[in-house]
């Protein structure tokens, strides 16, 4: 158990004090974890979306996501060959 302190925009400090870590601790930060990874796909997914959207037609709508998917392998392909290595 530790205290911390923070330091407020006015320059002023705020204590905060200790308390034991609990089980629902572990169960807040796995919350918080599948949170951001779920924040971090829509994010990339409403990314590809827009591209796919801003195209003319939709033969050119089908091109760019064969594209995103050849980039999208690409990628897992670097990084588990850089993975099979270390």
């Known amino acids: 158990m530790t205290a911390s302190t923070d330091q407020t925009a006015t320059g002023g400090v705020v204590d905060h004090?200790?308390?034991?870590?609990?089980?629902?601790d572990d169960q807040g930060a796995l919350h918080?974890?599948?949170a951001r990874i779920q924040a971090r796909r829509q994010l990339v997914m409403?990314?590809?979306?827009?591209?796919?959207?801003?195209?003319?037609?939709?033969v050119s709508v089908r091109g760019a996501a064969?594209?995103?998917a050849q980039d999208i392998y690409a990628a897992a392909d670097e990084i588990s060959s850089r993975m099979?290595?270390?």
């Open 66 to 68: 064969r594209r995103w």
């Open 46 to 58: 409403d990314s590809i979306r827009a591209d796919l959207s801003e195209q003319p037609s939709d």
């Open 32 to 34: 918080l974890e599948a």
């Open 17 to 24: 004090p200790a308390r034991p870590a609990t089980a629902g």
């Open 84 to 86: 099979r290595k270390t």
